[in-house]
């Protein structure tokens, strides 16, 4: 009987994951708006907190990233726009300067940073954007 009631304490313990963005499964298909929010590593300042805005209008998929550097006092702010297209579970933001950025959509609705080949970062395993707003119609 302990070990029983012990196990539900555990499991009670752990947090359950947020489930997904209703307009997630939708952002290829539906024209709107969806946000994602979240602080990353940096070598060398306090995080770089980034805010990416994807926006679908018919044919058009359009992108923003901001992207603060937390160093001292006052932070660097970067701006960047550009298209965006979605396959196989992988994001390709393209900027107009010719960056180009790719984020994985996991199941739970989260990006998470991954290379030019669509590998993870190495020592980033916690570098996750969160769903913040959705506005998909």
Known sequence: ???L?????LSACEPAPEPPSPALPQLGQADG???WRGLLACADCDGIEALLVLERQGDVHRYDLVETFLAGPEGARFAESGQWRLEDGMLRLQGERGALRL???LPDGRLQPRDGRGRPFRRRDGDFLVPADADVR
């Open 103 to 105: 984020y994985a959509l």
């Open 33 to 35: 708006r969806v946000q």
């Open 1 to 3: 009987m302990l070990p």
């Open 5 to 9: 009631v012990a196990a539900c304490l």
